[in-house]
């Protein structure tokens, strides 16, 4: 039924509480899942602009920034992807940047994912909110059936 999901993570505690959902979909017939994280391009200018200093441009900074990023990314995602290898799912990573619920929206379409699982809430995790922000746009915007887990209360 959900051959193909497609789990977006932001590394929060609601989107590890979410894979182990993506895993036990495997008994409901899950062959391969898509992992994406979106480096958010305005987060890496709101760092740069917080590092730059004495008439210095964010220019200077925003490739390092990112840089940096995208190495601890790397090594998160590899750790994800050998995680749902060892439950026996094929795994395909992604890393875009840009605008996370677009870029999520897009690989969607791209590849023709069938189920998408993520975390009610990101590292914001902002209480008063009924879902984040990049969740909500994701359900209002899809096609595809979402499944939404929701973080522990406290």
């Known amino acids: 039924m959900f051959r193909k ?27 391969e899942v898509v992992v994406v994280h979106v480096m958010d391009v305005r987060e890496i200018a709101t760092m740069a602009t917080g590092v730059a200093w004495a008439g210095e ?3 200077v900074y925003e490739p390092e920034i990112q840089e940096m990023m995208r190495a601890n990314v790397e090594k998160k995602m590899a750790a994800v992807k050998e995680e749902i290898e060892n439950e026996g799912l094929k795994v395909s990573v992604k890393t875009p940047d840009g605008i996370p619920f677009k870029e999520i929206l897009k690989i969607v379409e791209d590849e023709d994912v069938s189920l998408i699982v993520l975390g009610s809430h990101g590292k914001s995790n902002v209480r008063e909110m009924l879902l984040g922000s990049v969740s909500e746009k994701v359900i209002r915007g899809s096609k595809r059936p979402v499944l939404v887990v929701k973080r522990d209360q406290i």
Do not use: N, Q, W
């Not at 509480?17 to 008994?27: H, I, N, R, S, T």
């Open 5 to 31: 999901i497609l789990y977006p993570t932001d590394f929060s505690d609601c989107a590890v509480k979410a894979l182990e959902y993506v895993k036990k979909l495997k008994e409901a017939g899950t062959e």
């Open 57 to 59: 441009t964010t220019v």
